[in-house]
């Protein structure tokens, strides 16, 4: 995490996610408005709100909205430690993720308190307070499964069996922390995740504002100065796939989403439909990466993601940063030092 961002502890892990980048991303930012048309995590817009920015944000992604109403448009409701407590209060619910998801992915406790814990939040009338709830919740169940690592379903099992001194003399220092994780009381883990997100709500006199679109419908309302574009990577996994279950659990029914994995013919014809769509904005920002290992039929070299982007702007520069991620995003890839890409564009 980058030096002195303890906003950043707010956000919970995501593939994909831009911590790590935001700072050199939002060093290259111009203007009063500033526009993320594919939210994400919302670590480069929540950077911007930071730094003074009116921030407009746009995901069509259920989890992504919950964060940015959570962080980006709310500035001033904060989780108290009676919201945390309501969590608990006994509410009429369709027992969802214990049907579905125990033993596989949460044991019992775990699956009851948060299908017990959704039902509340969805009853809480203040938006902020239940994004804000919502977000404590995704940020809570990702860390027991780190970046939606869903498919890994042997500890639980090995919990819920009673095997957890095999469990614990099996495992590694993280793993061990995990399972820790699912054999605490939920309200110790809440208690302290809510500390880290109170201090990423940031207060702030400027109207920022969120919306559950698609980057072509929301292109079309939204003015700003300056907008970021963080499309999927060519080759790198589905976020539909990777999230599925998180998806299933926010919407309390299974999701069963298109699965986009992008080659450099789709990606190439997305992102100029999105260029396209955009020429009204002075300044656009672009991210792409690529994996050394990577096919090189499916991903991109900088210089032609430049070439791309330089047929709607002549003035588009390229950076390129060593960077490694937490976890890989291209399929089927193992973890290495990736390159990633800034372009830089003006009118």
Same mark, same amino acid.
């Given at each position: 995490?980058? *030096?002195?961002?303890?906003?950043?502890?707010? =956000?919970?892990? $995501? %593939?994909?996610?831009? +911590?790590?980048?935001?700072?050199?991303? @939002?060093?290259?930012?111009?203007?009063?408005?500033?526009?993320?048309?594919?939210?994400?995590?919302?670590?480069?817009?929540?950077?911007?709100k930071h730094k003074g920015f009116e921030v407009k944000t746009a995901d069509i992604s259920d989890r992504s909205y919950i964060t940015q109403l959570a962080l980006i448009q709310n500035s001033e409701e904060k989780i108290t430690?009676?919201?945390?407590?309501?969590?608990?209060?006994?509410?009429?619910?369709?027992?969802?993720?214990?049907?579905?998801?125990?033993?596989?992915?949460?044991?019992?406790?775990?699956?009851?308190?948060?299908?017990?814990?959704?039902?509340?939040?969805?009853?809480?009338?203040?938006?902020? *307070?239940?994004?804000?709830?919502?977000?404590? =919740?995704?940020? $809570? %169940?990702?860390?027991? +499964?780190?970046?939606?690592?869903?498919? @890994?379903?042997?500890?639980?099992?090995?919990?819920?069996?009673?095997?957890?001194?095999?469990?614990?003399?099996?495992?590694?220092?993280?793993?061990?922390?995990?399972?820790?994780?699912?054999?605490?009381?939920?309200?110790?883990?809440?208690?302290?995740?809510?500390?880290?997100?109170?201090?990423?709500?940031?207060?702030?006199?400027?109207?920022?504002?969120?919306?559950?679109?698609?980057?072509?419908?929301?292109?079309?309302?939204?003015?700003?100065?300056?907008?970021?574009?963080?499309?999927?990577?060519?080759?790198?996994?589905?976020?539909?796939?990777?999230?599925?279950?998180?998806?299933?659990?926010?919407?309390?029914?299974?999701?069963?989403?298109?699965?986009?994995?992008?080659?450099?013919?789709?990606?190439?014809?997305?992102?100029?439909?999105?260029?396209?769509?955009?020429?009204?904005?002075?300044?656009?920002?672009?991210?792409?990466?690529?994996?050394?290992?990577?096919?090189p039929e499916k991903s991109y070299e900088g210089i032609e993601l430049l070439e791309i982007v330089k047929r709607y702007r002549k003035n588009a520069r390229l950076i390129t940063f060593?960077?490694?991620?937490?976890?890989?995003?291209?399929?089927?890839?193992?973890?290495?030092?990736?390159?990633?890409?800034?372009?830089?564009?003006?009118?």
């Amino acid at each position: 995490m980058a *030096k002195n961002l303890k906003i950043f502890s707010g =956000l919970y892990s $995501y %593939i994909g996610g831009k +911590r790590l980048l935001a700072t050199k991303i @939002l060093a290259f930012a111009e203007g009063k408005v500033f526009i993320d048309a594919m939210a994400g995590a919302c670590s480069v817009s929540l950077l911007a709100k930071h730094k003074g920015f009116e921030v407009k944000t746009a995901d069509i992604s259920d989890r992504s909205y919950i964060t940015q109403l959570a962080l980006i448009q709310n500035s001033e409701e904060k989780i108290t430690e009676a919201d945390i407590a309501r969590l608990f209060v006994p509410a009429k619910n369709s027992g969802f993720i214990g049907k579905t998801y125990c033993p596989k992915y949460f044991t019992k406790p775990v699956a009851k308190f948060l299908d017990n814990a959704l039902a509340v939040a969805d009853k809480i009338e203040n938006k902020y *307070k239940q994004a804000l709830l919502k977000h404590l =919740l995704i940020t $809570y %169940i990702l860390k027991l +499964r780190s970046f939606s690592r869903f498919g @890994l379903t042997q500890d639980t099992k090995m919990i819920e069996g009673g095997k957890i001194s095999e469990l614990l003399e099996s495992s590694s220092e993280s793993r061990t922390k995990k399972t820790l994780m699912n054999l605490q009381h939920p309200l110790e883990v809440l208690s302290r995740i809510a500390k880290d997100i109170n201090y990423a709500v940031i207060n702030t006199s400027k109207e920022c504002k969120a919306q559950k679109q698609d980057v072509f419908e929301f292109l079309k309302s939204v003015k700003g100065d300056c907008c970021y574009f963080d499309p999927p990577y060519p080759g790198s996994c589905s976020y539909e796939e990777t999230y599925r279950v998180l998806d299933s659990i926010l919407a309390r029914e299974e999701v069963k989403n298109p699965v986009s994995v992008f080659n450099k013919k789709d990606s190439e014809k997305f992102l100029s439909e999105m260029l396209e769509a955009s020429q009204y904005i002075p300044l656009w920002l672009i991210s792409c990466g690529k994996n050394p290992d990577a096919d090189p039929e499916k991903s991109y070299e900088g210089i032609e993601l430049l070439e791309i982007v330089k047929r709607y702007r002549k003035n588009a520069r390229l950076i390129t940063f060593q960077h490694k991620w937490s976890i890989n995003t291209l399929a089927k890839k193992k973890q290495s030092e990736n390159v990633e890409y800034l372009i830089i564009a003006k009118a």
